[in-house]
T-cell receptor, first 116, second 111 residues
Framework: NAGVMQNPRHLVRRRGQEARLRCSPMKGHSHVYWYRQLPEEGLKFMVYLQKENIIDESGMPKERFSAEFPKEGPSILRIQQVVRGDSAAYFC??????????????FGPGTRLTVL | GEDVEQSLFLSVREGDSSVINCTYTDSSSTYLYWYKQEPGAGLQLLTYIFSNMDMKQDQRLTVLLNKKDKHLSLRIADTQTGDSAIYFCAESIGGTYKYIFGTGTRLKVLA
């Protein structure tokens, strides 16, 4: 049973370009979470999605960032017009269920975004 | 605030015990977790503890929880070189999906 998959593992973008990060949850998981880890900091919650629904995006910047989890295909975290401060590791996690009860979240290996 | 604090580095000799400490923030946190991150890999859940417990033991791992001081620790007995990794503590705010992570402690095991 494959774990959570993220691609690309490393992404380099120039300022002003767009970054698209993909996450395929574990088989049977319909809940996806995105976290950002800035250098020397812990992971920070960004957004929680179920299939075709954004449940909680309170940790995601209001501008330039968006996330989706379509009925078919991976979850996508999209960053438009990237700036140097967006350089970070972005982790995706999935769980078989969710809501207000805490379920174990299984993490992917992360995408390291570098903005030049 | 929502800062979970950990010391950044810990170095131990192979065979010794390692103790990694964490101070969390939210007294309503129901679950507290320890994750391990090896180079280039995702976070692997090592163990967790309910807030109504003081201690949990799982093979070489012992978790101690001091709710009064909001202090959590992870003890690894007989530390091996394969234990070298970054260890994150995390709290589940109100027992929900919102995890707050510490900065991580980089454990280096010397042969």
């Amino acid at each position: 049973n494959a774990g959570v998959m993220q691609n690309p593992r490393h992404l380099v973008r120039r300022r002003g370009q767009e970054a698209r990060l993909r996450c395929s949850p574990m088989k049977g998981h319909s809940h996806v979470y995105w976290y950002r880890q800035l250098p020397e900091e812990g992971l920070k919650f960004m957004v929680y999605l179920q299939k075709e629904n954004i449940i909680d995006e309170s940790g995601m910047p209001k501008e330039r960032f968006s996330a989706e989890f379509p009925k078919e295909g991976p979850s996508i975290l999209r960053i438009q017009q990237v700036v140097r401060g967006d350089s970070a590791a972005y982790f995706c996690a999935s769980s078989p269920a969710g809501g207000l009860v805490s379920y174990e979240q299984f993490f992917g290996p992360g995408t390291r975004l570098t903005v030049l | 605030g929502e800062d979970v604090e950990q010391s950044l580095f810990l170095s131990v000799r192979e065979g010794d015990s390692s103790v990694i400490n964490c101070t969390y923030t939210d007294s309503s946190s129901t679950y507290l977790y320890w994750y391990k991150q090896e180079p280039g890999a995702g976070l692997q859940l090592l163990t967790y503890i309910f807030s109504n417990m003081d201690m949990k033991q799982d093979q070489r791992l012992t978790v101690l929880l001091n709710k009064k001081d909001k202090h959590l620790s992870l003890r690894i007995a007989d530390t091996q070189t394969g234990d070298s990794a970054i260890y994150f503590c995390a709290e589940s705010i109100g027992g929900t999906y919102k995890y707050i992570f510490g900065t991580g402690t980089r454990l280096k095991v010397l042969a």
